[in-house]
C-alpha cells in the first residue's frame, strides 16, 4: 500500500507539534505526563506569582506552580495549582503562602504542620496573606513615619512659640548682645595681636635655650660621668670601719663617763664626798694663805742678812688682799 505525500506531510505535522508542545512543557518545568501530585491554594492576590515560580518547604524547592486560573466568574480569588515533583509528605494543616521578594520572583512557601494525615493528590492546602518585604518595611515604617510627624508637629509649635517670644524689644536685645559679642571678639582679637610677638619671641628664647642644651649635650655627659665617678668613689670608702671606730670610742667614753659617776672610783668619790671636798678646799686655803705669807714676810722663812732685823709681825690667818702688793 502506497501512502500518498498529504498524509506523510500531516502525520509530519503532528509529530512536530507533538514535539513542540512537549518541549514547551518541559521548559516550563511542567511534568510531560502530569503524573506528580498537584495541590491547590486559593489566595486573594497572588501579586508577582507566576507560573513555573518555585514551591519550597524549609528552602528546599519541592515543586513547582502549575497553573493559575480564578477561583470564580467574579475573580475574588485565584486558584493556584502546584505540583510537587519531590516525594514529600505534608501535612493536611500545613499552610501555604507567598513570600514576595524585593529583587526576584515571588514563590510559594510551605509551613508544615503537625497532623498525622498527610495531603493528597487534588486536595487543597491552607493559606494565609503575608505582607512580603515591602510590606514588612511599610508596616514598620508607618509607626515612625507616625513619629516624625508627632516630632515635626511639636517642632513647629516651638518654633511658634519662639517666633511670638521674640518680641521688637527681645529682638533689639538680641541684636544688641550680638554687638557686645562682636566688640568682645574683636577686643579679644586685638590682645591676642599684641600677645601674638612676646609669645613669639618666649618661643624663640625657649627654641635658643633647648639648642644650647643640645649644643652641651657633650658636656653634660661629662658631668654626669664625673658625677657617676664621684658616687663610685664615695662607695668605695670605708665608711663601715669609720662607723667601727666612731662606736668603738663612743663604748669607751662611754665606760669613763660610767666611771665617773661610779661612787666607789677615785674620780667618783671625789666628785660625789662633800667631806672630801671640804677638806681638799682647806688645804688649798690654807695652801694659799701660806704662799701669802711666804710673800708678805719672806724674811720670817728666809733670812740672810747678817744685821737684819727680825720681822716680828704675826701670821696671816687668811689669804692677802691681791691687788695690793706689802713693801
Known sequence: MRISN???VGTLALVSIALLIIGFRFLKAKDIFNSTPKLYAIFKSVGGLEKSNFVKINGLTVGTVYSMEPADENVTAVKV?????????????SVAYIEGALLGSSNIVIER????TNLKSGDRINTKEEAGLLGNLTSEAKPLMNKIKTVADSVTLLLS???HMLNANTQRDVQNAIANLNYSTATLNALLAGINKPLSNTLDNVS??????????EAIKGILSNANTFTGSLKQLQFQKTIDSLNATIADLRTAINGISNPNGSLGALTSDRQLYDRMNSVLLS???LLDDLRVHPKRYVNISVFGKKNKAGELTAPAIKDSVPR
Do not use: M, R, W, Y
Not at 495549582?81 to 519531590?86: G, M, R
Not at 504542620?113 to 498525622?116: H, M, P, R, V
Not at 635658643?208 to 649635650?217: E, M, V
Open 6 to 8: 498529504e498524509a506523510k
Open 81 to 93: 495549582i502546584l505540583s510537587i515533583t519531590q516525594d514529600v509528605h505534608i501535612p493536611a494543616n
Open 161 to 163: 512659640n519662639f517666633n
Open 287 to 289: 695652801a694659799e694663805i
Open 208 to 217: 635658643a635655650i633647648t639648642g644650647n642644651l643640645k649644643n652641651q649635650n
Open 113 to 116: 504542620g503537625d497532623s498525622k
